[in-house]
């Protein structure tokens, strides 16, 4: 497989006809699988909960588009906030282990390159800043 423009315009325009406002394309070969590797195409308007991942770190890498990654404290109070903007030179970011974070999409047809450690475990209530 390659990851081209046309491989991305499919997956945005599956994101845009998406209720979530979202679309991934999981590049691993299972939910086992050592390493979590997807493209996540995101629209404007789409909601990401605040949340972390105590088991692992996870790796952005903005393909196309403008988003910003925002950290929090365990009280709801932002902590940094980044933008991803590929104009600027501004191409990926960091997450750790155990980091409150959320997204917010600011240019349409927004894509990123994410990685994290496996196998794939699902967001619990209490990975959820509520």
């Avoid at 990851?3 to 006809?17: P, Q, S, W």
């Avoid at 988003?67 to 929090?72: D, G, P, S, T």
């Avoid at 365990?74 to 960091?94: I, M, Q, S, Y």
Wanted: glycine share 6%; charged share 25%.
């Amino acid at each position: 497989m390659i990851i081209d423009t046309a491989l991305l315009d499919k997956v945005c325009a599956e994101a845009r006809a998406s209720e979530r406002l979202r679309m991934n394309l999981n590049l691993h070969e299972s939910f086992d699988a050592k390493s979590q590797i997807l493209i996540n195409a995101l629209e404007p308007g789409t909601e990401l909960p605040i949340h972390r991942h105590n088991h692992t770190a996870e790796t952005y890498v903005l393909l196309r588009g403008k988003i910003e990654v925002i950290f929090y404290n365990g009280d709801r109070t932002e902590k940094e906030r980044f933008v991803l903007d590929v104009v600027r030179g501004n191409h990926g970011a960091r997450i750790p282990a155990g980091q409150w974070h959320t997204i917010r999409v600011i240019a349409p047809d927004s894509v990123i390159f994410e990685v994290k450690d496996g196998p794939y475990i699902p967001l619990q209530e209490k990975d959820i800043l509520g």
